[in-house]
């Protein structure tokens, strides 16, 4: 099991930018995708962003693509979300998550999930 702590979120206008991090605490970071997903209140969770063990392979939603990367240093056990051209809809709680082996988009594949960050973008 991974241990997930984030941090980063805060109160932005809108066009500025947030990078967030998590940092994991696990024997075997590497050997996991991570993602980051984010909720509205009143709305389910959605993907944002993936990225393989390796972070040699990379999968964006279709609403933060050319906007938002997603990285990692593996042997700093961090994962980032740096977050462009913020707009008010990019409003939520950003939560990480550590998946299988494999990237993956799909919620039930991640198993460890962060805390949440809340991110607010203001118009």
């Known amino acids: 099991q991974v241990q997930l702590v984030e941090s980063g979120g805060g109160l932005v206008q809108a066009g500025g930018s947030l990078r967030l991090s998590c940092a994991a605490s696990?024997?075997?970071?590497?050997?996991?995708?991570m993602g980051w997903f984010r909720q509205a209140p009143g709305k389910e969770r959605e993907f944002v962003a993936a990225?393989?063990?390796?972070?040699?392979?990379?999968y964006y939603a279709d609403s933060v693509k050319g906007r938002f990367t997603i990285s990692r240093e593996n042997a700093k056990n961090t994962v980032y979300l740096q977050m462009n051209s913020l707009k008010p809809e990019d409003t939520a709680v950003y939560y990480c998550?550590?998946?299988?082996?494999?990237?993956?988009?799909?919620?039930?594949?991640?198993?460890?999930w962060g805390q949440g960050t809340q991110v607010t973008v203001s118009s």
């Open positions: 998550a550590a998946g299988p082996r494999y990237l993956s988009v799909r919620t039930s594949d991640f198993g460890s």
């Open positions: 696990g024997r075997t970071f590497s050997s996991y995708a």
């Open positions: 990225i393989s063990g390796s972070g040699g392979s990379t």
